[in-house]
């Protein structure tokens, strides 16, 4: 049985009817019709992406070795107005998939009432799954057009040492409630020097897929953040391996295996330096990605009108050409002093809640997942059509 068979075997026998047609109508269909409008926006030299990543607030129950966010006292969160102006404005251009993260989104009172209020739209929201409790899997089944994506760093002993005793367990009896309810769901596996044999394993992914899960999302460990941990950083070598180890995956795994990274042709990828999605911060801030809390402006700039804030953003604009006349890849990774001299040189707020810039100091040039001579194409038509069409793949950092 191919893979295209075995994928959507298990998409009919575990996602409800309702609930997979809603994921074509409003995710797959308009996100082929948003990134139509994008290449002609960029053809016209226009800057608005197709997609968006908004931390609903910065509040979490969980505080993880590695991560970047900061909760300063009183959380910072979106209002329940501010976000639908920003998402009303972003349908304008045709954008109706938007990725909802935190902080813990689940913490976000008027979470439900967004995905209420926008029901011509699709949400994938990131969540560290404590909160998914029975009443929270109902509500998702009958709102119906989000799918969840449960942050898990591998099997137990790596979950726990980065995420806190007990929220393996935890994690697995959300699973349970999430295949119970035919939820169409994921999970996120940040890969680590310690954790990324294991966690790039067959036996892995099999496990995932005997949980429920219908798509597998690995992102790369980026030290940042107050408690960096540059250990878990991967090196060249370990990049190339996952890489490899990705393709193989693919191959032989019953659900999508998914990278943020890659392109059809095995060529390094950031989405903010080809425009293709931004980030807003739980303040309104639009900021280059989730883990690099600079920006410039925010989505209340000249009264609201997005489209025309990021459009006239020197900052966006100057970042796209700094990344790109350094790499292809993670500039946060590679060339971290460069970046605070251009973030300094843009008036760049630091909008994380720490100092952010003395972190970009402090760090070391790394290697990411640029690595110019030795790109590995996808082996497999599906996923190369996914990755042109679709630009699958793009999503929150880990």
């Not at 393709?247 to 998914?258: A, D, G």
Request: glycine residues 8%.
């Amino acid at each position: 049985m191919g893979f295209l068979s075995r994928f959507s075997w298990r998409l009919l026998r575990r996602v409800s009817p309702r609930l997979l047609l809603k994921a074509g109508r409003l995710w797959l269909i308009p996100g082929l019709r948003s990134l139509s409008r994008f290449r002609k926006r960029v053809a016209a030299s226009e800057l608005f992406p197709p997609f968006f990543f908004l931390s609903l607030t910065d509040a979490c129950n969980l505080r993880c070795h590695g991560c970047w966010i900061t909760s300063q006292g009183q959380p910072r969160q979106l209002s329940r107005d501010d976000v639908n102006h920003f998402i009303a404005q972003a349908k304008v251009h045709g954008n109706r998939f938007f990725v909802l993260l935190g902080g813990e989104p689940f913490l976000y009172k008027d979470l439900w009432t967004i995905l209420r209020q926008n029901r011509d739209c699709y949400f994938q929201i990131i969540t560290n799954a404590l909160l998914l409790d029975e009443a929270a899997v109902a509500t998702a089944k009958e709102v119906g057009n989000a799918t969840i994506l449960v942050s898990l760093d591998g099997f137990e002993s790596a979950n726990d040492a980065r995420r806190g005793q007990g929220t393996f367990q935890a994690i697995k009896e959300a699973f349970q409630r999430l295949r119970k309810g035919k939820i169409l769901f994921g999970v996120a596996t940040t890969i680590t020097s310690e954790n990324y044999e294991a966690a790039l394993s067959p036996e892995y992914v099999n496990w995932v897929d005997e949980q429920g899960a219908i798509y597998l999302w690995y992102y790369i460990y980026r030290p940042v953040g107050p408690d960096p941990m540059p250990q878990l950083a991967l090196s060249r070598a370990d990049i190339l391996k996952v890489r490899r180890q990705l393709l193989r995956l693919r191959r032989i795994s019953p659900i999508l295996i998914v990278d943020t990274y890659w392109d059809a042709d095995g060529k390094a990828v950031c989405p903010a330096a080809l425009g293709l999605g931004y980030h807003i911060g739980p303040a309104g801030d639009i900021e280059l990605c989730p883990p690099l809390s600079f920006a410039r402006e925010t989505i209340r700039d000249h009264g609201g009108d997005v489209f025309h804030t990021i459009n006239t953003s020197d900052f966006l604009r100057g970042f796209q050409k700094f990344a790109l006349s350094r790499t292809r890849g993670c500039p946060i990774l590679e060339c971290p002093h460069e970046l605070e001299a251009f973030l300094r040189e843009h008036h760049a707020r630091d909008t994380s809640g720490r100092d952010a810039f003395a972190e970009l100091r402090a760090s070391s040039p790394r290697a990411s997942h640029h690595i110019p001579g030795e790109e590995l194409p996808e082996t497999m038509g599906t996923y190369r059509w996914l990755k042109k069409h679709l630009f699958f793949g793009l999503g929150a950092y880990g």
